[in-house]
């Protein structure tokens, strides 16, 4: 889609909101910014337009990592958690997000990562492990299965264990323990997550 194609529909999105439920309903800031592109555009300033069209999107790039962050499970009985975090995940690593939640336990020092990749290229080629078990073994994985489903599963420093469950080419479910953490805890928060609906938020 070409910037003149993206502008012209900003604009048409701006006239669907009605003048009614602007008045009955205070702005929101993301329609403030669009509105904003609309006069950018409208006044032939189309750098101005462009920037407020980058801040309107990153606004529903978070919106999107909130709800991605709401399909996390809340932590086990006797363990705590951190609050979410979102971050960019670097270039050479295939890009997109990764939405981030560490679970620690109360009583002992093990804590589990929790983390969730989307709109990443590199998932596409963590998902090519699952094609055999010798493709998975050349990695340092072996396949598991967990309720039917593919998982790559790995041990790491110390007792500690690493899965990956690629969804599609498009998310990717990560689990990475630390001090001891159990490889069937890990197996049992994974059947936890609404799968369906975190596809449903991310996938195209």
């Known amino acids: 889609m070409n910037m003149k194609h993206s502008l012209a ?4 999105a701006c006239s669907m909101i009605s003048p009614l439920h602007a008045q009955n309903k205070q702005p929101e800031p993301f329609e403030d910014i669009l509105r904003e ?4 555009y409208r006044a032939g300033k189309i750098k101005e337009a462009a920037t407020a069209l980058d801040q ?3 606004l529903i790039e ?8 709401s399909t996390l499970p809340d932590a086990p009985e006797g363990w705590t958690t951190d609050d979410m975090k979102t971050e960019d995940v670097p270039g050479y690593l295939g890009g997109g997000k990764v939405v981030k939640k560490l679970y620690k336990n109360k009583s002992g020092q093990e ?9 990443s290229t ?15 073994k050349s990695q340092g994985f072996e396949i598991k299965r967990a309720g039917g489903e593919k998982v790559l599963a790995k041990k790491i420093e110390g007792d500690n264990h690493e899965l990956n469950v690629p969804m599609e080419d498009e998310i990717m479910i990560k689990f990475t323990g630390g001090d ?7 197996l049992k928060m994974l059947r936890e997550i609404d799968r369906r609906e975190l596809k449903s938020l991310v996938k195209p």
């Open 9 to 12: 529909l900003t604009i048409a």
């Open 37 to 40: 592109a609309v006069k950018e």
């Open 56 to 58: 309107a999107k990153a």
């Open 62 to 69: 978070k919106q999107q990592s909130t709800q991605v962050g």
């Open 111 to 119: 804590e589990v990562l929790l983390e969730i990749y989307y709109g």
């Open 122 to 136: 590199m998932i596409k080629l963590i998902r090519g492990l699952l094609a055999s078990d010798e493709i998975a």
């Open 180 to 186: 001891g953490a159990k490889e069937d805890f890990m």
